[in-house]
């Protein structure tokens, strides 16, 4: 592993160099164990954690397929699906693996024992598998996490409705927090040049999903003037949504749960926040009673931001919790649209207020090919810029997943894998001088209000 690091930290390896390094036959790598799929069975979702589940393994290197690209990781993330992973919910990952194993002799290979996870990485190509032009050894890439087998016509025209979809290092094996990751090269994208390993491999997930979600016509087609309701915007999809709604010309209303992340939304350049916990919301009075005053009076409020407007998008993920407000504020024609259900994925709301107000719900999921592409691409420009708030070591991924777990976290967490540093890979520093303030806006603010008691 070490001539790996070796070749990539020096600038003078050539392709052929890397495609001559003799590979290992193990990596370390980020599992979870299939024994284990019951460890928090009756515990509640918050008590489970993933400090217990998420293992440091050394595994062996996959077989190369064709279309595939092995890929030295010098540094991967933490998104949400890590905690699902880990906590199991709402279903083990194990069972997807299961599911893929079946299609064939060659997704066979991903139904193991265990599960290296991780749906994010910025690195190296090492080896390219049969039938691949596009990629070679040494090429400095991002992998997006849409894997596709594109053999059924359903997925031709928008390659996120493939039936095969899967979310790499989530229902696929072989993911991005290790040493080292096995994707189809359909998911490399180039590495954005002003950006250290870490940032680079930090916005991929989330800002795709994000610029589908938002921006793109098969989500909530956003356009310039919008006012788009922003849940969790200093969170991972929420700072990549606070950003497209500003870089669109819409305005975002950002919603919080403390001072803290109110203040990165500030800097960010929204104006109008919303800090549900000091406003105290309680759209539920019980388990199964929603309070459509609550509702209101949380409409009320987003006028107030408004200018006595409602809001044209509503960037849903929390789910059940928030889902009934999120309809009732939407206004007339207006579109809520969700790729996620955090607090519960059972939703409820008042049909009227959707029917009668001509309102669209609409479904969005991570994003096709060319949407990924395009989102990688701002990054690139140097139009959108990577959350990144903290890094941590491989052996702390635990931690890391824990920390977004319990909400302790701003933006995204990043994780250090290869690299043995912070702050490497950068190969556009007159770009990145450009753009450093925003760039380091989200570890700044993070840095000053470090509480005592967090495991760094
Ligand atoms: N379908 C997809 O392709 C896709 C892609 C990415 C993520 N997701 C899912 O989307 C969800 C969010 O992901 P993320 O990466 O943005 O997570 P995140 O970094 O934890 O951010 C989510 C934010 O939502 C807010 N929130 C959490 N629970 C809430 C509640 N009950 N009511 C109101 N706000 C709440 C929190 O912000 P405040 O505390 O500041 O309000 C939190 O910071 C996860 O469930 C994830 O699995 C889906």
């Given at each position: 592993?070490?001539?790996?690091?070796?070749?990539?930290?020096?600038?003078?390896?050539?392709?052929?160099?890397?495609?001559?390094?003799?590979?290992?036959?193990?990596?370390?790598?980020?599992?979870?164990?299939?024994?284990?799929?019951?460890m928090?069975?009756?515990?509640?979702?918050r008590?489970?954690?993933?400090?217990?589940?998420?293992?440091?393994?050394?595994?062996?290197?996959?077989?190369?397929?064709?279309?595939?690209?092995?890929?030295?990781?010098?540094?991967?993330?933490?998104?949400?699906?890590?905690?699902?992973?880990?906590?199991?919910?709402?279903?083990?990952?194990?069972a997807?693996?299961?599911?893929?194993g079946?299609?064939?002799?060659?997704?066979?290979?991903?139904?193991?024992?265990?599960?290296?996870?991780?749906?994010?990485?910025?690195?190296?190509?090492?080896?390219?598998?049969?039938?691949?032009?596009?990629?070679?050894?040494?090429?400095?890439?991002?992998?997006?996490?849409?894997s596709?087998?594109?053999?059924?016509?359903?997925?031709?025209?928008d390659?996120?409705?493939?039936?095969?979809?899967?979310?790499?290092?989530?229902?696929?094996?072989?993911?991005?927090?290790?040493?080292?990751?096995?994707?189809?090269?359909?998911?490399?994208?180039?590495?954005?040049?002003?950006?250290?390993?870490?940032?680079?491999?930090?916005?991929?997930?989330?800002?795709?999903?994000?610029?589908?979600?938002?921006?793109?016509?098969?989500?909530?087609?956003?356009?310039?003037?919008?006012?788009?309701l922003?849940?969790?915007?200093?969170?991972?999809?929420?700072?990549?949504?606070?950003?497209?709604?500003?870089?669109?010309g819409?305005t975002?209303?950002?919603?919080?749960?403390?001072?803290?992340?109110?203040?990165?939304?500030?800097?960010?350049?929204?104006?109008?926040?919303?800090?549900r916990?000091?406003?105290?919301?309680?759209?539920?009075?019980?388990?199964?009673?929603?309070?459509?005053?609550e509702?209101?009076?949380?409409?009320?409020?987003?006028?107030?931001?408004?200018?006595?407007?409602?809001?044209?998008?509503?960037?849903?993920?929390?789910?059940?919790?928030?889902?009934?407000?999120?309809?009732?504020?939407?206004?007339?024609?207006?579109?809520?649209?969700?790729c996620?259900?955090?607090?519960?994925?059972?939703?409820?709301?008042?049909?009227?207020?959707?029917?009668?107000?001509?309102?669209?719900?609409?479904?969005?999921?991570?994003?096709?090919?060319?949407?990924?592409?395009e989102?990688?691409?701002?990054?690139a420009?140097?139009?959108?810029?990577?959350?990144?708030?903290?890094?941590?070591?491989?052996?702390?991924?635990?931690?890391?997943?824990?920390?977004?777990?319990?909400?302790?976290h701003?933006?995204?967490?990043?994780?250090?894998?290869?690299?043995?540093?912070?702050?490497?890979?950068?190969?556009?520093?007159?770009?990145?001088?450009?753009?450093?303030?925003?760039?380091?806006?989200?570890?700044?603010?993070?840095?000053?209000?470090?509480?005592?008691?967090?495991?760094?």
């Open positions: 592993m070490q001539e790996i690091l070796d070749a990539i930290l020096n600038p003078g390896t050539t392709s052929a160099d890397f495609a001559a390094i003799k590979l290992p036959e193990s990596y370390r790598a980020v599992t979870l164990h299939k024994d284990e799929e019951q928090f069975a009756g515990l509640d979702n008590d489970k954690d993933p400090r217990k589940s998420l293992h440091l393994d050394e595994v062996a290197l996959p077989e190369l397929g064709p279309g595939e690209a092995l890929v030295a990781v010098m540094a991967s993330a933490v998104n949400y699906n890590t905690v699902w992973s880990s906590i199991f919910e709402p279903v083990s990952t194990f997807f693996l299961e599911r893929y079946r299609l064939s002799p060659l997704t066979k290979r991903h139904d193991l024992p265990y599960h290296v996870v991780g749906s994010d990485l910025a690195g190296v190509v090492l080896r390219t598998g049969a039938g691949v032009n596009a990629w070679k050894p040494g090429d400095e890439v991002v992998a997006h996490c849409l596709v087998e594109l053999e059924s016509a359903d997925g031709h025209n390659t996120m409705m493939d039936p095969e979809q899967r979310i790499w290092g989530f229902e696929t094996n072989f993911g991005g927090l290790a040493q080292l990751a096995l994707v189809k090269t359909n998911q490399l994208l180039p590495k954005p040049k002003h950006l250290t390993w870490e940032e680079a491999a930090s916005p991929g997930l989330v800002n795709s999903t994000a610029y589908r979600q938002l921006v793109s016509r098969n989500g909530a087609g956003m356009k310039q003037g919008d006012n788009v922003i849940w969790g915007a200093s969170g991972g999809l929420g700072s990549y949504a606070t950003q497209y709604a500003l870089a669109g819409a975002p209303i950002c919603v919080v749960s403390n001072e803290e992340k109110a203040r990165i939304c500030r800097a960010m350049g929204a104006e109008a926040i919303i800090d916990s000091a406003e105290g919301y309680r759209f539920w009075k019980d388990e199964n009673t929603q309070d459509p005053r509702w209101k009076r949380f409409g009320s409020k987003i006028r107030e931001f408004t200018g006595g407007e409602d809001v044209d998008i509503v960037f849903e993920h929390p789910g059940r919790e928030t889902f009934g407000a999120s309809v009732y504020v939407t206004r007339k024609g207006g579109t809520i649209v969700t996620a259900s955090t607090s519960g994925y059972m939703h409820q709301y008042d049909n009227r207020y959707l029917w009668m107000s001509l309102k669209r719900i609409v479904g969005s999921h991570f994003a096709n090919y060319r949407e990924a592409f989102a990688n691409r701002l990054i420009k140097g139009k959108i810029h990577p959350t990144l708030s903290k890094v941590y070591s491989l052996e702390q991924t635990g931690q890391a997943a824990l920390d977004v777990h319990h909400n302790k701003q933006g995204k967490v990043g994780v250090l894998c290869l690299a043995p540093q912070e702050g490497l890979g950068v190969t556009d520093h007159e770009l990145r001088e450009k753009h450093l303030p925003a760039i380091n806006l989200f570890r700044e603010l993070d840095e000053r209000s470090i509480r005592p008691n967090r495991n760094v």
